[in-house]
């Protein structure tokens, strides 16, 4: 079997002094010898300019970096420019989505979907891009049905994707069963499982509230009784995360995409107890 294929993905630091603390980050995490970095795009182009100065500071630095883009509200032309600087860049990877609108403009936003943003980075720029797409294993909460959500994968594929990163979750079967689904849709790309280290407890639950990721009750309810106990939730965050990846990875998963949210320690230590890096 291959050496699975890891990446980190990071949010937009908002200062110049958050970026260069996000490089001493990176540098941490290199030591497990990552595929990419990559990095977030608030929707609707709010961090449009703060994206693109973080990977040129990852990059500067010489570490490979996959801006994530979203339509937003912008123009073809101003994306197309967006995408060329990128190009000039030496950037070789993207992760292409639709983006969460910023709450308040939800009602009135124009949806431009994933699939229409690979589409146009395919037709302005043929295969300069290695194009990732998200995908969604327990199922993206606006999905008309389960069935509806792989129909819409599939079609962000047959656009050009070249492979997708999943949501976090926390169950691996619900990761076991999609791919046979996908595979079913004759989806044959790689699927690489997003993951979520756990380092709190508040956090974990909000986010994963709004994003429709399934918390198991007995890893909530032991999260609640250590909540106050930030070293012990972290050793067992540490442990559970690690068990999920060994499962992943025997299972035939392609690699793991970690959200880091701009951390090094939970997943460098979950990547080396996988014996990766
Ligand atoms: P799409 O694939 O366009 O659509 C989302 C869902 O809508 C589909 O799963 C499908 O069920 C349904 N759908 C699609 N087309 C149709 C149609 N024609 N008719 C009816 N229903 C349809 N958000 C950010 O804002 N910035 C980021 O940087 C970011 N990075 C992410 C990285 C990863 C790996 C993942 C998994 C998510 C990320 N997100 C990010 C969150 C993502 O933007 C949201 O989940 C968003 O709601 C959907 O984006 P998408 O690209 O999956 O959308």
Redesign the pocket.
């Known amino acids: 079997m291959s050496q699975p294929q890891i990446s980190y ?1 990071f949010f937009p630091p908002q200062t110049e002094a958050g970026r260069t603390r996000l490089i001493e980050t990176a540098e941490a995490l290199a030591v497990t010898d990552p595929a990419y970095f990559s990095v ?4 609707g182009g709010s961090t449009r300019t703060r994206t693109y100065e973080t990977v040129v500071k990852l990059m500067e630095n010489g570490m490979t970096t996959a801006p ?1 883009l ?1 339509w937003g509200d912008d123009s073809e032309s101003t994306l197309v420019s967006l995408i060329e600087k990128y190009r000039e860049l030496g950037v070789t990877h993207m ?6 609108p910023p709450s308040g403009i939800g009602a009135t936003a124009r949806i431009r ?3 229409s943003l690979v589409n146009l980075i395919r037709r302005h720029f043929g295969n300069t891009f290695n194009l ?5 294993p327990e ?6 049905s389960p069935e ?2 792989i129909r ?2 599939r ?2 594929i047959e656009s050009g994707a070249d492979g997708c ?3 976090y979750f926390f169950n691996a079967d619900s990761y076991f069963y999609f791919i046979d689904r996908c595979r079913s849709h004759r989806i044959e790309t790689p699927i690489v499982p ?1 993951i979520m280290p756990i380092t709190n407890y508040e956090g974990l639950v909000k986010f994963s509230d709004g ?1 429709g990721a399934d918390i198991p009750r007995w890893i909530r309810t032991r999260l609640a009784h250590l909540a106050d106990n930030p070293e012990d939730l972290l050793a067992f965050g540490i442990e559970v995360v690690t068990n999920l990846c060994e499962r992943l990875l025997n299972g035939g998963a392609p690699g793991i ?1 970690f959200y880091t949210l701009n951390k090094p320690h939970a997943s460098v230590q979950i990547a080396r107890n996988l014996g990766l890096g």
């Open positions: 993905e977030t795009y608030g929707a994530h979203s992760v292409a989505l639709r983006g969460d979907r994933a699939h990732y797409v998200a995908a969604y199922t993206h909460p606006d999905a008309i509806d959500d819409f994968l079609k962000k990163i999943t949501q997003g994003c995409h």
